[in-house]
């Protein structure tokens, strides 16, 4: 009977705007939470009588469903702490929950949210006030990360900083940059030899010395040009102050380049290096000098120049493994050691490394790197976060504290590199804001409203309708 189809339409009516009215209630809950994800209630109509001549028209009503609209993205609000994370643009932070750490569930126990507000707890893990603990891949010594899995979760790590952590950072690279007086390659110039004290870091952050010392080459004879060649022994304070390079050093005196280190390598026939790798050495005073880095008493070669870059690559600390790039500069270039009139100077002597830091201080960059910075100016990654992206974000399955997990409507997760493929930049003291808009949600209340007003109408009409049926027998 078709009254008693308007009366059940009526009815879903009611339930779909009832449906549509809880949409709308727990948007406007939440228009202040970070990262909250609107939900929208779509309606869809329901025919009873679907084929031709299948009889009596039958009001089949209304159905709603209920969507997290996911993909759309809040604005970025600007915060105070380090760890306060957002992303702008696509992609997910992957976390887990507190009481899953440690359980063996696979890529089941991966969870997925567009932001958090990340603190240390006292066993220094990286969490929510609601226990979601950031996921990442921890980082080598040197702050490299190395290859990882990116379809499983299986070498994604809790993110751990221990506030006591020190950490030392080695020197591995010295710019040399020094000039040597000119005046002292002439005839009845002093012999005695310029030095210069340079401070490096070992590897465990004590403080060394290389003590690079410059022997002139003087002339013999009074008719004699000054011969612009150095001698210079490098001796190293780890190595119990052995001698662990020589080198000759040829400076140009030329209208066009003069004061650098000579450039042959152009010339016909080849003449000797600008920096000329010895074994030994034997000043005018009597001293003698033999490469002897690991102290086995027998002179070895000094590590060759390389021209193309101007370094030479030495062992420090009395191991071969403990290596410093050491730049004196190439043919040419006034970058680094030159020769020209005036003082002996250190113009610009440079090195990375640093002695032991305590942890001042995390935060995170737009690639997802976390970088720990230390007291003593030392910065090194310790982790890299990266972003899960899936192929429908709609589809994901939404859970509590505005995380996400994957269904089967959301397809596979893969991990980018914030930045990398689809995904967007990775944002420090930043959180993502809500979805929601307050206004759009006031005016949907109202046709909701209405529309749950109209459907009540429909009920009553058909009450009445029924009761003039009931009173035709009286």
């Known amino acids: 009977m078709t009254i008693s189809s308007s009366l059940n339409a009526g009815v879903a009516g009611l339930y779909a705007n009832a449906t549509k009215l809880a949409s709308i209630a727990d948007n406007i809950a939440n228009s202040g939470t970070y990262g909250y994800k609107r939900a929208d209630a779509d309606f869809e109509s329901m025919v009873i009588t679907q084929s031709a001549n299948s009889g009596t028209y039958s009001a089949g009503g209304v159905r709603a469903n209920t969507l997290r609209l996911v993909e759309e993205r809040g604005a970025i609000v600007s915060t105070s702490n380090a760890m306060d994370i957002a992303i ?166 030329a209208r066009s380049g003069g004061g650098t280190l000579l450039d042959l390598s152009g010339a016909t026939p080849a003449g000797s290096p600008a920096v000329k790798p010895l074994s030994t050495f034997s000043p005018v005073a009597g001293v003698s000098f033999d490469v002897d880095p690991y102290g086995t008493g027998t002179p070895t070669a000094s590590p060759a120049y390389n021209s193309a870059t101007g370094q030479v690559t030495l062992a420090v600390g009395g191991s071969a493994a403990n290596t410093l790039d050491l730049t004196l500069g190439r043919p040419g270039s006034a970058s ?63 859970l509590n504290n505005q995380t996400f ?41 109202i046709q909701t409203q209405r529309a749950y007003s109209s459907n009540a109408k429909i009920i009553q009409t058909v009450d009445e309708m029924l009761q003039e049926t009931t009173n035709l027998k009286r």
Request: hydrophobic share 35%; no cysteine.
């Open 88 to 253: 702008s643009g696509r992609g997910m932070l992957p976390v887990v929950r507190e009481t899953s750490l440690g359980s063996t569930t696979g890529n089941d126990a991966l969870l997925m949210t567009r932001t958090g507000s990340f603190k240390t707890d006292p066993n220094g893990v990286l969490k929510t006030d609601t226990g979601l603990v950031l996921l990442g891949w921890p980082a080598n010594a040197d702050g490299t990360v190395p290859t990882m899995s990116r379809d499983s979760i299986s070498q994604l790590q809790p993110v751990v900083i221990a506030a006591n952590q020190t950490a030392a950072d080695p020197t591995t690279r010295m710019n040399l940059g020094v000039n040597l007086p000119a005046e002292r390659t002439k005839l009845g110039a002093s012999a005695s030899p310029l030095t210069v004290a340079v401070e490096y870091f070992g590897n465990l952050g004590t403080s060394e010395t290389l003590q690079v010392s410059y022997y002139p080459t003087i002339p013999t004879v009074a008719a004699d040009s000054p011969t612009n060649k150095w001698t210079m022994v490098i001796q190293d304070s780890a190595s119990s102050d052995r001698t662990i390079a020589i080198y000759e050093l040829q400076f140009s005196d």
């Open 336 to 398: 680094a050691l030159t020769q020209v009139s005036g003082d002996f100077a250190q113009t610009g002597i440079t090195k990375n490394g640093s002695p032991v830091g305590n942890l001042t201080g995390v935060e995170i960059d737009a690639g997802g790197l976390i970088k720990a910075t230390y007291d003593t100016g030392f910065t090194r990654v310790i982790y890299q976060i990266p972003l899960v992206d899936v192929p429908n974000y709609n589809g994901l399955t939404a």
């Open 405 to 445: 997990a994957i269904s089967p409507d959301s397809g596979s997760f893969y991990l980018w590199d914030a930045g990398d493929g689809p995904t967007g930049d990775v944002v420090g003291y930043a959180r993502e804001g809500s979805t929601t808009d307050v206004a759009q949600e006031l005016t949907n209340l």
